[in-house]
Each structure stands twice: as C-alpha cells, then as structure tokens.
C-alpha cells in the first residue's frame, strides 16, 4: 500500500463527512478545522516515530476498512449529536491528511521515516 490507497480512503471518508455536513445545513467552524488539522499533524509526528510498526500493521485491508468504517460512523454520529463540532473536526484532519500526503508524494516534505 502506499499514498494512493491512503490517500483514495482519505477521500472517501472526505466525501462521506462532506455529505453528512451537507444534509445537516452545517456551516463548518474554522477553529474546529484548525484543530482537527492541527490533531492530524500531530498523529503523523508521532506516528513517523515509529514508522515500520505503524506501516506494518496499516498495510492490513483489515485495519483499513475498520479505520474507514470508525471514521465514517464516528462523523455520521456526530452529524446529529454535535455537527458543527464533528464535522469541522473531521473534515479539517482529513483535508490536513490529504495535504501531508500531496506534498509527501511531490517530494517536498520527506519520507515519515526520516522525520526522526
């Protein structure tokens, strides 16, 4: 697996999460957006700490479709329990993500495994 696959989950999950704030009228707080990039960041630091591991393990289809299955269910519950909240926060990490991996695959930031 590789930047393709992370990044066309990343855009389904995207396009679930943009569905969901659609259908909810939610106008996305910028705060929430910030944070949830900020968060996502964050995770890929600590993540590249331990690069092998963490390859290893979301190489699996298994840890894939379960980690596309939370995102999606997890936005779809915040959809009606604090939509405005949820859905910032899922669509601010999830457009970080896909940023980390554009300018990953362009070789302007280097390989995770070299971060450390």
């Given at each position: 697996m590789g930047t393709r696959t992370d990044a066309a989950l990343a855009l389904l999950a995207l396009a679930a999460v943009t569905s969901f704030a659609v259908r909810a009228?939610?106008?996305?707080?910028?705060?929430?957006?910030?944070?949830?990039?900020?968060?996502?960041?964050?995770?890929?630091?600590?993540?590249?700490?331990?690069?092998?591991?963490?390859?290893?393990?979301?190489?699996?289809?298994?840890?894939?479709?379960?980690?596309?299955?939370a995102a999606i269910g997890g936005a779809a519950v915040g959809a009606r329990v604090a939509p405005v909240l949820v859905l910032s926060l899922c669509c601010g990490a999830t457009m970080s993500y896909l940023v980390v991996l554009a300018l990953r695959r362009t070789g302007i930031v280097p390989p995770p495994q070299t971060w450390w």
């Open positions: 009228d939610v106008t996305l707080a910028p705060i929430f957006l910030i944070g949830g990039g900020t968060a996502t960041v964050a995770f890929e630091l600590l993540a590249a700490r331990e690069y092998e591991t963490v390859r290893q393990y979301w190489d699996r289809r298994s840890v894939q479709l379960a980690s596309l299955t």
